[in-house]
């Protein structure tokens, strides 16, 4: 329903081409078929909502209160998406003549795999734009990089036997519980950028397997979600866990987790869990042209920072080196939580944003 909607308002505000790529991404154009490309990115997919008594409002029905749109989604980010489209349509009916292409594009897969539907769009459906505008949620001021992220798994070995004598076995709990006591004292040792912050590590989800609940487990696995910062990489990660199971001279696999996923149109994915740092430099023509835009749409100079969390721009900077920002309508803290909410005035002003961007970028003369 989410793609057919922004497919059809695409449509109605007078996108030249709207279609719906391999994976299911939904992709508008305006602009000559010719000339420099200018991609506004911002996905269609939402985590889950959790414990629906956390909710105080419906997730689902997007109510406005005092000036604010609240539910699921809101600031992470359909309300972004929306102001794309709005912003496409301010731009045709400003008159500006273009130079280039305007490219918007609603992406799935991104909550468990951040970059991958993107990569599609680009790498197999051959759109390559010069310039990315992530729609995550940046309070209306410009993010120029974040740090990478990965999924690192822990399979524990352990040796059942009967609770009632464990002597007689391994408990794989045991066991994981020591090494992610090991993982929690990774931080000191961790390395720490001057603007992107400290690279961390904390576990995620952790499950076993007994032959019943007066067996010990013989099978512990564990999760770990790393924010990679500057300098650090996958294989130092990934060496810094089996220091620890070396340490503890545990029996346990090491890996990169993987994720497969099915599309709503049936596409299958399968990737490695490993989400690159990225960097745009504070005086990249990118930054400095989508700073004077905002200065002139919206009145005021955007400061610049890092995003806490991981974005499309992983694989857009991070790995295709495609010049690369971030600019959004309302809050990051309020992105998967349930208080997920998002300013009407600041979707109005993020459309404003995204067309005086698109103008400054592809406009001629």
Known sequence: EVAERLAEEMRRVGFAEVFTDRIGNVVGRIGPGRGPKLLLDGHMDTIGIGDRSAWRRDPYAGEVEGGILYGL????????????????????ESGISLGGDLYVAGVVQEEPSE????????????????????????????????????????????RSCHASNPSQGENAIHI??????????????????????????TVTQIESSAGSRNALPDRAVFYIDRRLTVGETAERALAEIEAIVARERARAKIEVAEHEMVSYVGYRCRTRAVYPAWVM??????????????????????????WQFSTDGAYTMGVAGIPTIGFGPGEEKYAHTSEDQVPVSDLIRAAHGYAAIAAELLGRG
């Open 73 to 92: 989604g809101a600031v992470d980010m359909k309300g972004a998406l929306a102001s794309m489209v709005y912003g496409a349509k301010l731009l045709l």
């Open 176 to 201: 994981a519980a020591r090494l992610i006591f090991g993982v929690e004292l990774l931080a000191p040792q961790l390395l720490d950028d001057a603007f992107l912050g400290p690279g961390t590590a």
């Open 281 to 306: 430099p504070e005086d990249h023509p990118l930054v400095r042209a989508a700073s004077r835009a905002v200065e002139r749409a919206l009145g005021y100079r955007p400061r610049t920072s890092p």
């Open 115 to 158: 970059g991958y539907a993107v990569r599609v769009l680009i790498e197999e459906e051959g759109i390559v734009p010069d310039y990315v505008v992530l729609g995550e949620a940046t309070n209306l001021q410009i993010k120029r990089g974040h740090r990478g992220r990965m999924e690192i798994k822990v399979t524990v070995h352990g």
